[in-house]
């Protein structure tokens, strides 16, 4: 199974991002537009593993603060386009202890520097987007999910399969 461990948007949340995903496509920018059903923070990416039972004593683990989260600017990590996200301290922390207790049951995680963001387009081509304005809303983090990801008639769906 390929496995994440997210934060999971809210409703208003993706709603605003939508409304960002059209300003990008006036712009005439292409790419693999994310479905905003699939929006979400990666904390951990833990990819194929098939054992969830150690992945959920590791969350069950770390007690998830709640924090207040809204998105900050755009950026992009190589050809993907994401929104960032401030208010995210408790975030990184928390994404900082849930790597390193993965990591101390052997369970493969990403090591990269962990940065609050929600992408929004995947191999994004064409001209860098400019002038769009950031969407307003917020949420309070209060669950932390562990996600499968897989592939139906080629698009790219997420399950929840645990939360803390």
Do not use: W
């Amino acid at each position: 199974m390929r496995l994440f461990i997210a934060i999971q948007l809210t409703d208003s949340m993706k709603k605003a991002l939508v409304g960002t995903l059209h300003d990008l496509k006036k712009q005439g920018i292409a790419g693999n537009y994310v479905p905003m059903q699939n929006f979400h923070i990666t904390l951990a990416f833990i990819g194929e593993y098939n054992d969830t039972a150690p992945i959920k004593e590791v969350m069950d683990s770390i007690p998830v603060e709640k924090a207040r989260l809204s998105f900050s600017d755009f950026g992009n990590f190589g050809d993907a386009f994401y929104i960032g996200i401030k208010g995210n301290q408790k975030i990184k922390k928390y994404a900082s202890d849930l790597r390193k207790g993965l990591a101390s049951r052997g369970i493969p995680c990403d090591t990269a520097k962990f940065e609050p963001h929600v992408t929004l387009i995947r191999k994004q081509k064409g001209p860098r987007p400019s002038g769009i304005p950031l969407p307003k809303a917020d949420m309070t983090v209060s669950k932390v999910s562990l996600m499968k990801s897989e592939t139906r008639d080629g698009k790219t769906v997420y399950k929840e399969l645990y939360s803390v």
